[in-house]
């Protein structure tokens, strides 16, 4: 395993903020300073700071209830990210998928590859859903052409259910989608004129959010 990756597996840095501490000479490999892109073996000891260091060996998987305002990355640039509300045993974990700082709800943290390639690849479709509030309400035609026909936007053509949450209630919509490209529902809801004053994930494939209070964490 490459140095980078094994520091990142072990620790709350990204692979890039590994090789910055491998650079900084934070890092030591059985006592001596190691080179960039160097490969780990069973038998190395690794230290960060001092302190040794190793990937976690068995597959662990949280669900957390990510809060409105927080960012989805391990460098929020200013802001705060769910790994400032993970304790410190999750914090080697990997976001499976996204959800965008002003979204909030279910979000699936693990370092259990299979599951993410699962969760996230195009071929398997699982099924999301979603609570929006929009701020104004969905004129019938929208509606249609966004479940029957699908709106082109510039990666492609967006295409997902909608039911109304409360009968007579052309505000507040469940969306269900099979996909989940970068803002979809943000972006489609806008070409057409709209904006999406809340957005709130309540299923991710099999996982659902329940009543998990937010900003807490459940072990799957």
């Known amino acids: 395993m490459r140095l980078n990756k094994y520091i990142a597996a072990g620790t709350s840095l990204s692979r890039r903020k590994a090789d910055e501490a491998i650079a900084a000479g934070r890092v030591g490999v059985n006592g001596k300073a190691p080179q960039q892109g160097q490969d780990i ?10 302190q040794r260091i190793a990937p976690v060996a068995s597959p662990v998987t949280i669900m957390i209830h990510k809060p409105p305002g927080i960012v989805v990355s391990r460098d929020g ?12 045993e999750y914090q080697q974990l ?7 700082k002003y979204s909030s709800g279910l979000l699936l943290l693990t370092n259990d ?3 993410t390639q699962e969760l996230t690849h195009p071929s398997y479709q ?12 969905l004129q019938p035609l929208h509606r249609q052409m966004i479940s029957d026909h699908g709106l082109m936007l510039d ?27 970068n803002r979809q529902i943000r972006r489609t809801f806008e070409a057409l004129g709209y904006r999406v004053t809340h957005l ?10 329940g009543d998990l209070a937010r900003g807490s964490v459940r072990v799957l």
Do not use: C
């Open 41 to 50: 073996l069973g038998t190395d000891k690794v230290t960060l700071d001092g």
């Open 113 to 115: 590859g299979a599951l």
């Open 200 to 209: 709130h994930r309540t299923q991710f494939g099999r996982y659902t959010l």
């Open 77 to 88: 640039q200013g802001a705060q990210t769910i790994y400032d509300l993970l304790p410190a």
């Open 126 to 137: 699982k099924t999301k859903v979603y609570e929006v509030l929009l701020d104004k309400p």
């Open 94 to 100: 990997n976001p499976v998928g996204r959800l965008d």
């Open 155 to 181: 990666d492609g053509l967006s295409k997902f259910e909608l039911e109304r949450q409360k009968e007579g209630d052309d505000i507040a919509w469940t969306v269900t989608m099979h996909e989940g490209r």
